[in-house]
């Protein structure tokens, strides 16, 4: 909150306590109040529209009725804290007490927490959850306990991401040769566009958009759900369907934070977090089927490459080769457990 403005601290608590107040089922604030014995902050990067905030917030109702108003789950959506770089920092240190992030900039931290962005690893969701609830998201969540951080068990979806461009459809890999386009800060993603000659540039999601929009790049990369709610279609006229990395959300929580709940309300706010985040994996799931026709009403032209030229291109450039030795054999068996065999 350092570098926070007065007024933007009023601005980010006012916003924030219209996503987590003001349903019927809420105390009167005045008696929330003085039932409330932990408030404890909870920060993400998307808009208020996206299902996790949709989900969030009825997660953070049921966590208050169900306590009695003892724990209040207030929710500040849309990047208010701060970059996602700036979020991660605070919920290490306490600032924040949760925060959602993709394996993708928590792997700034914690090296392993990007395995499942290794590029078209994942054919569909059957795979991508029977890997994130099963042996490949336990070990990323034990990686992640190291760093004084803690994981709920069920990831939360980000989604399929797909490349959009303001110049050109991506058709085959060659498009992407010199393409300007924004990735997330993520030493993974850089290397994946760095292999098909791109050119690749980490932005925070907070700055995405302006950076699209004054052409700093012309190409970014993000599940449809993020296209449409980030309003992405506003400044790109492509999108091509590539599916070339899945990514979701870690529901983290300080571990000191998490450690003074008394274990009956930990219990209690890991129960609503989890079932929030399968409701949320049905969202995403219905929403990648259905936005395509929202997009094209944009003005979207829609493409679907063949994506077994742009694996090959990956195997040749040595990508997987690469992050195998980066992540150990340990880890890359465990992915590989749930995909085809990718090195
Ligand atoms: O930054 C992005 O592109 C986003 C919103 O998808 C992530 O959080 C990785």
């Keep these: 909150m350092n570098s926070f403005s007065r007024r933007d601290f009023l601005?980010?608590?006012?916003?924030?306590?219209?996503?987590?107040?003001?349903?019927?089922?809420?105390?009167?604030s005045a008696r929330a109040?003085?039932?409330?014995?932990?408030?404890?902050?909870?920060?993400?990067?998307?808009?208020?529209a996206h299902p996790l905030n949709v989900r969030a917030k009825e997660a953070a109702d049921a966590i208050r009725q169900e306590t009695g108003g003892r724990v209040d789950l207030q929710i500040f959506p849309?990047?208010?804290?701060?970059?996602?770089?700036?979020?991660?920092s605070q919920v290490r240190s306490g600032a924040i007490d949760f925060l959602t992030q993709g394996g993708v900039v928590l792997s700034t931290?914690?090296?392993v927490s990007a395995i499942n962005g290794i590029g078209f690893a994942f054919k569909d969701y059957d795979q991508?959850?029977?890997?994130?609830?099963?042996?490949?998201?336990?070990?990323?969540?034990?990686?992640?306990?190291?760093?004084?951080?803690?994981?709920?068990?069920?990831?939360?979806?980000?989604?399929?991401?797909?490349?959009?461009?303001?110049?050109?459809?991506?058709?085959?890999?060659?498009?992407l040769k010199g393409l300007k386009i924004r990735v997330p800060v993520s030493p993974l993603w850089t290397s994946m566009f760095k292999a098909f000659d791109a050119s690749p540039t980490s932005i925070n999601f907070s700055e995405a958009y302006s950076?699209?929009?004054?052409?700093?790049?012309?190409?970014?990369?993000?599940?449809?759900?993020?296209?449409?709610?980030?309003?992405?279609?506003?400044?790109?006229?492509?999108?091509?369907?590539?599916?070339?990395?899945?990514?979701?959300?870690?529901?983290?929580?300080?571990?000191?934070?998490?450690?003074?709940l008394p274990p009956d309300l930990r219990s209690v706010v890991a129960k609503h977090l989890n079932a929030a985040a399968m409701k949320e994996r049905a969202d995403v799931a219905a929403l990648s089927t259905t936005l395509e026709t929202q997009l094209k009403s944009h003005g979207m032209a829609f493409n679907k490459p063949d994506i077994q030229p742009f694996r090959a291109t990956l195997q040749k450039a040595g990508f997987y080769d690469q992050w195998?030795?980066?992540?150990?054999?340990?880890?890359?068996?465990?992915?590989?457990?749930?995909?085809?065999?990718?090195a």
Aim: aromatic residues 10%; glycine residues 8%.
């Design 324 to 342: 195998r030795k980066t992540y150990g054999d340990e880890a890359w068996a465990l992915l590989e457990k749930y995909t085809q065999k990718l």
């Design 211 to 260: 950076a699209l929009q004054t052409k700093v790049v012309d190409a970014e990369e993000n599940p449809l759900a993020l296209i449409e709610t980030g309003r992405f279609y506003e400044v790109q006229k492509y999108c091509s369907l590539t599916g070339h990395i899945w990514d979701g959300f870690w529901f983290l929580g300080n571990a000191r934070s998490w450690a003074k």
């Design 33 to 48: 109040q003085q039932a409330t014995q932990f408030k404890l902050k909870y920060a993400n990067n998307l808009a208020i």
């Design 128 to 175: 991508v959850w029977a890997a994130m609830d099963g042996e490949l998201g336990a070990h990323i969540r034990t990686a992640i306990s190291k760093v004084g951080l803690v994981a709920m068990d069920k990831a939360w979806d980000n989604g399929f991401r797909h490349v959009t461009s303001s110049i050109r459809p991506v058709q085959s890999p060659a498009d």
């Design 11 to 28: 601005q980010t608590v006012g916003a924030a306590s219209t996503v987590a107040l003001g349903t019927s089922i809420v105390p009167s």
């Design 109 to 111: 931290l914690v090296p």
């Design 78 to 88: 849309n990047g208010q804290m701060g970059t996602d770089t700036d979020m991660l």
